[in-house]
């Protein structure tokens, strides 16, 4: 799947889970910064992991324009390689409503640089337009 190509998206859930070892506003400005997300829209909640360490759970929602900004934003970001990676396996990174899953290494991020991941990852679900079709179906 090409981002570039793909219907726009109506809107974009991040959530990332923060360590009671890792530093929460250096997370925070790296994202704000690398990722141009206002970091103002993250609702912070906090739980307690299998050690009874500290856990933050964040999470925001972007509209239309902004998760619009934030795909193009990741997708020009991404090495060459990354990218052939990311078209190989869209398949499986969209759901079966056209929902994209896209998972982005939180270290790289406070490192400046935007890349893929699986582990330790900002999660970001972008939500796809859903158009009325005219036989009360939506596409």
Do not use: Y
Request: with cysteine.
């Amino acid at each position: 799947m090409d981002l570039e190509k793909a219907h726009p998206f109506s809107a974009a859930d991040v959530s990332i889970i923060i360590h009671a070892t890792e530093d929460e506003n250096k997370i925070l400005d790296a994202i704000g910064s690398i990722l141009s997300i206002d970091t103002d829209i993250f609702r912070h909640m906090e739980s307690t992991g299998h050690w009874r360490n500290r856990i933050s759970l964040l999470t925001g929602n972007l509209e239309s324009d902004e998760a619009n900004r934030l795909a193009q934003k990741i997708l020009s970001s991404l090495s060459s390689v990354e990218r052939d990676q990311f078209s190989n396996s869209s398949h499986s990174l969209i759901d079966e409503k056209g929902n994209l899953f896209l998972r982005l290494d939180k270290q790289r991020i406070c490192q400046g640089r935007i890349s893929l991941s699986e582990s330790d990852s900002i999660r970001v679900k972008f939500k796809r337009v859903m158009r009325f079709n005219g036989n009360r179906n939506f596409e």
